[in-house]
């Protein structure tokens, strides 16, 4: 019984309270029989990985704007899609887009299979995203749980053991809780929730229309909840960065290996990260220091990069990388590492 009134009041308030994304199908939309583009819910949710709903808004526009469809994005070039997704992080993903883009297209003619087990067939398509496309662009009733949805379960029946371990059991809740109709809409509600009225710090409780609900309400524990298993702190890793100019202006840039962090990406040529990097100058060259180091965090350490800069002669020949003439030099393209490169290191470079 309890789980039913929780889905009524949660339907009930999604209905009103709805946000407006421009890859969702409000609920008067698909009232009126509209339905989710497969390929723009898995796009968002690619983009939405470990990235906030503010940051994707206008990359998810821009990348539907030049490529509108699933196999659109699989004939796209590698490079400019990289290009495109510079700034979003991760780049993992952007790689894993463009393969699943293509096993679509090749696998099923196109179309977004409609089961989860084919789903997680996929590349970049984990038990999450698995869900959460059945759900919502097919509106199968599938469990769909993330950081939203963990926060509002373990308030709803004030779960003290901690995350991660806790997962499973909020999963369960979860699951529970997941009706046979609206499915889709029910998976967004409680994102919405988690988003915006049972937020991590300072939850609304006195506007939720879960709170006759709630047992952390009840006990005065809500902001309390989850608990989450402390982490060790992260390592800090340093290297060295290299930003030379040709006398006509062009910026020597290398490409990244196609696996590992920035795979693929465009980028100042580095050495390695480590607690002793080795300097790996692309060419020899009258390298000079630049007084900041560009700062970085990464998922499982901190990075420091001490850049040098160089004024190359037109002759130059490097080792590594290749020049980019500055006509053709983008600096918003490059990752966000590599921007904070570029900005502590171009003012000091005289491109003639």
């Known amino acids: 019984m309890r789980d039913a009134q929780i889905g009524t009041a949660l339907l009930r308030w999604y209905d009103r309270e709805a946000r407006v994304l421009p890859w969702r199908i409000g609920p008067a939309e698909r009232a009126a029989g509209m339905v989710p583009a ?11 990985q470990q990235t906030t709903v503010a940051a994707v808004n206008a990359y998810f526009e821009r990348f539907t704007r030049r490529w509108p469809t699933v196999t659109a994005l699989a004939s796209a070039d ?6 495109e997704w510079a700034g979003l992080g991760y780049y993992a993903r952007a790689r894993n887009l463009l393969a699943c883009a293509r096993a679509v297209v090749g696998r099923f003619g ?3 299979p409609q089961d989860r087990a084919a789903l997680l067939s996929l590349p970049g398509i984990g038990p999450y995203t698995a869900a959460a496309i059945a759900a919502i662009a097919f509106d199968a009733p599938e469990t769909v749980v993330d ?11 004030d779960i003290h053991a901690p995350l991660p371990g806790s997962k499973p059991q909020l999963t369960a809740l979860a699951a529970r809780l997941t009706p046979r109709q609206r499915p889709g809409d029910h998976a967004q509600a409680m994102m919405d929730l988690g988003a915006t009225i049972c937020t991590p710090r300072q939850p609304r409780c006195a506007a939720c229309p879960l709170r006759p609900h709630c047992r952390a309400n009840d006990a005065g524990t809500a902001a309390l909840l989850p608990r989450k298993t402390a982490r060790p702190a992260k390592p800090v890793r340093h ?15 290398e490409t990244r290996p196609p696996q590992g962090l920035l795979g693929g990406m465009l980028g ?16 020899a060259a009258d390298w ?3 007084g900041a180091q560009a700062r970085h965090t990464f998922t499982h350490f901190h990075l420091r990069l001490t850049i040098l800069t160089a004024d190359l002669p037109q002759a130059a020949q490097p080792e590594r990388g290749a020049f980019v003439a500055a006509a053709d030099f983008d600096a918003s393209a490059l990752p966000t590492l590599m921007r904070k490169v570029h900005a502590l290191a171009a003012p000091g470079l005289r491109g003639d």
């Open 38 to 48: 497969p390929y723009r819910v898995w796009l968002s949710e690619i983009m939405l």
């Open 78 to 83: 590698d490079a400019a899609v990289m290009a």
């Open 110 to 112: 196109g179309r977004f």
């Open 147 to 157: 950081g939203n949805v963990e926060r509002v379960v373990a308030r709803l029946d």
């Open 239 to 253: 290297g060295y960065a290299y930003v030379a100019r040709r006398k006509d202006g062009a910026w020597l840039l």
């Open 268 to 283: 100042f040529p580095v050495s390695d990260w480590s607690d002793a990097p080795t300097p790996a100058p692309p060419l």
């Open 288 to 290: 000079r220091e630049v």
